[in-house]
């Protein structure tokens, strides 16, 4: 149905097979720092106008690996068209970041949410399916949703925040309630990814972007555990074959990498307040380690970005049977970097990453 | 000189002496929560004048005592009193947060610091000797300093900021005129806290409030390297009896307990995200550990109050003499907390924890 694989590079490190040198993408790759993508943004008009048109979404998405030898392409998408195709209606304020015209504010509207969304949601996999064809095989493509609990907080503040007030007094003081709204969103995540998968997607990414505001027994009841459920519900719908390797990224999630393995996922994205060689011993077989370089790195000297890219190389170390190593940025790369210093990040990873595969 | 201590708890427990109940105080419990803070404030007229008026300052730091049993007082200050008495001007903007009218923006305003702030800053003693003859032996007094690597993130940056743009380009680009200027900051701490013990303190606590922001070396070479010169340059001053235990608090710090510990401080503070359980487990026979209910509890009923508090006492577990624990809030209490819930919060210490004391 699709062309056949030419650069298997990321798969085959989060199946922790051997490959010639470490692959690398970046959280962001297709976005702002890219004046290419500004355009075609300018040309969209609106931000969803961008994410719900898949011609757009597929041109924003091949753009990076016109420039770089990224490893990987990623759906060019949002985290929170779940909520706006449950009837949330998503927009964007220039520099306010997201918000919801319709948040949730009372018990009925969270009892009143379907996770059936995959109608409204349409234009991803098509999107998906576009993307992979254009692809031609040249690099595998990443589908990715926001996780049920970060999903959850931006549908229950109905903006960005730094405090999370509202979610926070929900979730101390009527947690039934939140529950209710979790295994919701945990259906429709699992909906949404699956249709990813079978319209092409070739890797999964959760990203839980807020699970490290969280204390520790909240971040288990409220954001893994639904994780776990997106995980399963996943590869029980699917035969051995048609299993796709998912990476769980909690930002600040560093303490918990053992409970994250737990859930059954491929791989874990590390951000950057980590060694990723001390994550590697904590972890046990079987599961491949995405990072985790800290993207401000990105905004200083060629020489800089390159001895951090060694760094973090000389950290994870030797690629095993036991874990395969993606190279990444610990979160998203921000609109103010400099193109070329890009280019000086992969080529850092393609230079001095194969010393450490045979 | 000063009246005798009747209240040891806190002290004991961070000497990981026999106590009979676990000490409670709150970061920031002289705050914009109470109205008399506000009424204060109000009088002071602006910020710096309440933190420079040694009675002002008196009149906050003991402003909760009178409505709580904590177990100690913390002197009223800002973290940024350093870098105002080296010459960078210090102001606040309402809502913005504090700023410094002559940022380091060139390396010789780095060379031309000096590390001899105490001419300037003689208000902090006076205010610690202020505070410590009116709580004529109630509590403990706490002094504190920020972090030689967090006041250097306000020095350059200017200003609050999420981004650190500024400071990461310096940490990335000239790392050796970023250690010039820990270097004098070090000192300067090193001088301030001493001065806070010679007129009374009776703990310190060292606020690193953003080494969490940190890649694990750029934290190693650029936060805890001078937080263990702060801590040895403290200890070498002091003999065996003048010394007071040092608390070192890393927000976003719980990847680095074991390597917090080896500065050889005598308590750590812990924010939120992590479980306290698993923190004891990881440290040798030796430190204490200060936190960590997230304050965001606080804006919920007192039923989740007390169910918190009863989580974090028990997940430490009993008292022993390789730990002790002092219970606090992960950060400081926010202005928008309800002061009976804060009622709640210590009474919910004072009768759940003597059964994990002896």
């Given at each position: 149905m699709f062309p056949v694989l030419k650069n298997d590079r990321l798969i085959k490190s989060l199946w922790r097979e051997p490959v010639d040198r470490t692959p690398v993408w970046m959280m962001r790759?297709?976005?702002?720092?890219l004046p290419e993508y500004r355009a075609t943004r300018a040309k969209a008009g609106d931000f969803m106008t961008l994410c719900q048109t898949p011609e757009l979404a597929c041109e924003v998405t091949m753009q990076p690996l016109a420039r770089y030898d990224f490893d990987a392409a990623i759906l060019?998408?949002?985290?929170?068209t779940i909520p706006d195709a449950m009837g949330l209606e998503l927009y964007f304020v220039e520099g306010e970041g997201p918000k919801f015209?319709?948040?949730?504010?009372t018990a009925a509207s969270i009892h009143n949410l379907s996770s059936d969304v995959m109608n409204e949601l349409a234009y991803v996999p098509n999107a998906v399916a576009l993307i992979r064809h254009e692809l031609n095989g040249k690099v595998p493509l990443i589908g990715f949703s926001g996780s049920p609990w970060t999903l959850a907080t931006y549908m229950v503040e109905g903006q960005s925040t730094r405090e999370f007030k509202k979610i926070k007094a929900l979730l101390y003081e009527d947690p039934a309630l939140l529950h209710v709204l979790l295994q919701t969103l945990a259906d429709a995540v699992t909906h949404y990814l699956l249709a990813q998968i079978k319209a092409g997607a070739q890797v999964l990414q959760i990203f839980d972007t807020w699970g490290g505001i969280l204390s520790d027994s909240a971040y288990r009841e409220f954001s893994l555990r639904y994780m776990r459920l997106v995980v399963t519900g996943i590869n029980s719908n699917l035969t051995e074959a048609e299993r796709v390797p998912i990476i769980l990224f909690t930002k600040g999630g560093g303490g918990w990498l053992e409970d994250i393995q737990d859930t059954g996922c491929d791989a874990i994205g590390l951000d950057w307040p980590i060694d990723i060689g001390r994550a590697r011993a904590r972890v046990t077989d079987g599961v491949s380690l995405q990072g985790n370089m800290d993207p401000a790195v990105l905004r200083s000297t060629p020489d800089a970005i390159e001895a951090e890219v060694k760094k973090v190389l000389a950290s994870f170390g030797r690629h095993s049977a036991a874990s395969g190593h993606v190279f990444n940025l610990g979160h998203g790369i921000t609109p103010?970097?400099?193109?070329e210093n890009v280019a000086v990040f992969v080529e850092a990873v393609k230079n001095h990453s194969p010393a450490y595969h045979s």
């Open positions: 790759q297709a976005g702002r720092y060019f998408s949002d985290i929170l015209k319709h948040p949730l504010t103010d970097i400099d193109p």
